[in-house]
């Protein structure tokens, strides 16, 4: 799987995110629009196990934080270089912190 939408799937927690994660991969875009459960503790992991993406959308996940940025452009100490689009759209918890890192 490389490519994946749950926007507005507001049923889905950290959980699911956690498994997408572990189970994909090789995932290049993923679209989690208005996930409101989502947190860092689901959006972590995956940034970290899915090394090949190019997209993400987080627009309306008001419960993430900078550290969330942080991972997602981040890879072991390492700039990603894949990642070519990021929507932080209406997340409150996106600071100038994390886009200055």
Not at 26 to 50: K, R, V, W, Y
Request: charged share 20%; aromatic share 2%.
């Amino acid at each position: 799987l490389r490519q994946l939408d749950v926007g507005r799937c507001s049923n889905l927690s950290d959980t699911a995110i956690l498994a997408i994660g572990n189970g994909c991969r090789m995932l290049e875009s993923i679209n989690c629009t208005g996930l409101g459960s989502l947190t860092d503790s689901g959006m972590i992991p995956l940034a970290l196990n899915c090394t090949r993406l190019r997209s993400i959308v987080v627009r309306d996940c008001h419960h993430l934080s900078d550290n969330a940025v942080s991972a997602l452009c981040s890879f072991h100490g390492r700039r990603r270089s894949l990642l070519e689009r990021v929507d932080f759209s209406s997340v409150d918890g996106v600071t100038d912190e994390a886009l200055l890192d």
